[in-house]
């Protein structure tokens, strides 16, 4: 069997590159071993205001769970709009029952179901972000080490002498994240974790001698999933925390992280699998949390995934959710999944027989009743490619179908790669990809 999937971004390969998946994850299987799925595509669950949208959120019982937007420098509820928010910062949106409170790296706004007005902040002071625990808003105050509460249930008030500092570092506060009640508070330098104390003077303290040494490199490079959090550290690896930070992704996402200048991580989530993205200059990485390994997202079209945090467009008003093939309004989803071979000699490749799910297309009308896989080889490390050929996945009820390409010749140092593509709005999924199978036919 040729490599592909699992570890494909890994650097064990010798000469050859990291093996490309877009656009596919890998699914655990006793039976098959590695298994690649396809990303769901996107379908529309909104359309709010003109983009692109900057955060979004729904809580049942925070007024009739009715969706809060910022999109386009503009807050609205449902597809109404509520006011102007400024900044230039990553968004964020904070509720309880009765308030939402709005914030895109500038100033607060509060929203109490009837008007939206700017909250009058200390200082006057940029918010960083704003988030909701334990009966308080919590606002990191720009550019410094300190954080503010409020008034208990009241993001409308806010007193200059409730606040507290970071203790470890002398730190810019960037992001903050919440666990069972703990806020573990992100500053260049260095995470903090404060714990609910019942004081009303000073309703969260720090836990003593925990601390990670390693900071954020970034506002919104923080994410909280369950009773775990995730973050871009200031040295440009993702983590996730543990006892001790815990380095994920491998060196290749190092790599891709170095060499940006933008950054913003944020999770998005189908039926069985979540995904902590990581969204760069011009490409989208998505770390399959329950995996472990990354894979990339891409739109159709563009080098970069086109959802942002809370599955909102990077351009329009759009706001979206991961759909099912034939039905979605994201007709073309591009995925690509690359298999290789390191070869110490030449070596003939008689055949490569792609093994996957064939005939088993929902019946759709038009140009994809038989819908087509594609497939193409390179002989100097993916330098340069051979054309696209094209063969199709087969009929519904088409379950014999093999899916072979002949004849392909000798190859040499450093190695053997060959990808499939599938475009079609349909689903796929990979079981295998072997080279020089006897006793195969071409169907």
């Known amino acids: 069997m040729l490599e592909y999937g699992k570890g494909a971004y890994s650097r064990t390969r010798g000469n050859l590159p990291p093996l490309e998946t877009v656009n596919m994850f890998v699914e655990a299987s006793q039976s098959q071993g590695v298994v690649m799925q396809s990303r769901p595509p996107l379908s529309e669950v909104a359309d709010i205001g003109n983009g692109p949208v900057q955060a979004s959120v729904v809580r049942d019982g925070v007024f009739n769970g009715d969706r809060f937007t910022i999109s386009g420098g503009f807050a609205y509820r449902g597809t109404t709009p509520l006011?102007?928010?400024?900044?230039?910062?990553?968004?964020?949106?904070?509720?309880?029952?009765?308030?939402v409170l709005f914030n895109a790296g500038g100033p607060l706004y509060s929203y109490d179901g009837t008007s939206l007005e700017q909250v009058v902040f200390p200082d006057d002071s940029n918010v960083t972000k704003v988030f909701y625990t334990?009966?308080?808003?919590?606002?990191?105050?720009?550019?410094?080490?300190?954080?503010?509460?409020?008034?208990?249930?009241?993001?409308?008030?806010w007193d200059a002498l409730d606040f507290a500092e970071v203790e470890t570092e002398p730190d810019a506060l960037l992001d903050a994240v919440v666990l069972d009640g703990v806020i573990a508070f992100g500053g260049k330098n260095s995470i903090e974790f404060w714990a609910p104390t019942g004081n009303a003077?000073?309703?969260?303290?720090?836990?003593q001698q925990r601390v990670f040494e390693q900071g954020v490199i970034a506002p919104g490079c923080m994410v909280q999933d369950d009773n775990t959090f995730f973050w871009i550290g200031a040295d440009k690896i993702p983590y996730r925390n543990g006892d001790v930070p815990q380095a994920i992704g491998g060196d290749f996402l190092v790599e891709r992280?170095?060499?940006s200048t933008s950054y913003r991580m944020y999770l998005l989530q189908d039926q069985r699998h979540k995904f902590v993205c990581i969204r760069l200059d011009n490409e989208t990485w998505a770390y399959d949390i329950t995996t472990g390994e990354p894979t990339e997202f891409r739109s159709y079209g563009r080098d970069n995934f086109r959802c942002?945090?809370?599955?909102?467009?990077?351009?329009?008003?759009?706001?979206?959710?991961?759909?099912e093939y034939g039905t979605a309004d994201e007709t073309l989803?591009?995925?690509?999944?690359?298999?290789?071979?390191?070869?110490?000699?030449?070596?003939?490749?008689?055949?490569v027989t792609v093994e996957c799910e064939v005939g088993t297309?929902?019946?759709?009308?038009?140009?994809?009743?038989e819908p087509t896989i594609e497939f193409r080889t390179s002989d100097d490390g993916g330098n340069v490619w051979e054309d696209w050929l094209s063969d199709t996945l087969g009929e519904q009820g088409d379950y014999r179908k093999v899916i072979e390409y002949r004849a392909l010749g000798m190859f040499n140092l450093p190695g053997f790669l060959?990808?499939?593509?599938?475009?079609?709005?349909?689903?796929?999924?990979?079981?295998?990809?072997?080279?020089?199978?006897?006793?195969?036919?071409?169907a």
């Open 418 to 442: 060959s990808q499939i593509r599938v475009t079609d709005p349909v689903p796929f999924r990979l079981t295998g990809f072997y080279d020089n199978v006897n006793g195969k036919g071409r």
């Open 333 to 351: 989803v591009e995925r690509i999944i690359t298999a290789g071979e390191r070869l110490l000699d030449p070596k003939i490749y008689d055949n």
């Open 308 to 323: 942002g945090p809370d599955f909102g467009d990077d351009d329009t008003g759009k706001i979206w959710e991961f759909g």
């Open 361 to 369: 297309t929902p019946y759709l009308t038009g140009n994809y009743v």
């Open 134 to 157: 334990s009966g308080y808003f919590i606002a990191l105050e720009a550019g410094t080490g300190y954080w503010f509460f409020s008034g208990v249930n009241d993001g409308r008030s």
């Open 257 to 259: 992280i170095e060499a």
């Open 201 to 207: 003077d000073l309703p969260f303290s720090p836990i």
């Open 83 to 99: 006011g102007s928010v400024a900044g230039s910062g990553p968004a964020s949106i904070a509720v309880r029952a009765g308030e």
